[in-house]
């Protein structure tokens, strides 16, 4: 599948984003509105993820970032299973970093290669 064809069948998909470096996230949110998506955050800490996510009722797909402030964010990825939305983790830290209960989860790591990251969010039901 194109970049094309993957920012296409992301259109009026709700994608809650959780990411703690402004440009990173705001690049994210850019390309994700691009094409077409609506983005739920960015959120930059666990807190406003886990308040965000609660307050929200139509999430599609989640990229989270493993540290937000400091902060392991494990909670939010459970969370985000326990409601059945798909979710990929987008980090600076190798897949080591992530417990095994996660090992299903795609797991890219900074810099984000645009190409797989969009296949990633795409692929699935």
């Known amino acids: 599948m194109t970049q094309p064809e993957a920012l296409d069948r992301l259109a009026g998909k709700h994608i809650f984003l959780a990411e703690d470096e402004y440009m990173i996230a705001d690049d994210m949110r850019r390309l994700?509105?691009?094409s077409?998506?609506?983005v739920i955050g960015p959120v930059a800490t666990v807190t406003q993820a886990l308040q965000l996510?609660?307050?929200?009722?139509?999430?599609?797909l989640a990229v989270?970032?493993?540290n937000?402030?400091?902060e392991k964010a494990f909670v939010i990825a459970d969370r985000l299973?326990?409601?059945?939305?798909r979710f990929v983790f987008a980090t600076g830290y190798d897949q080591s970093a992530t417990p095994p209960r996660?090992?299903?989860?795609?797991?890219?790591?900074?810099?984000?290669?645009?190409?797989l990251f969009l296949q990633a969010l795409d692929s699935g039901p």
């Open 32 to 34: 994700l509105e691009r």
């Open 102 to 115: 996660f090992s299903d989860v795609p797991h890219y790591e900074k810099p984000l290669d645009v190409r």
């Open 81 to 85: 299973r326990d409601r059945g939305v």
């Open 53 to 60: 996510l609660d307050a929200t009722d139509e999430v599609d």
């Open 68 to 70: 937000l402030g400091g």
């Open 36 to 38: 077409g998506a609506h």
């Open 64 to 66: 989270l970032d493993l």
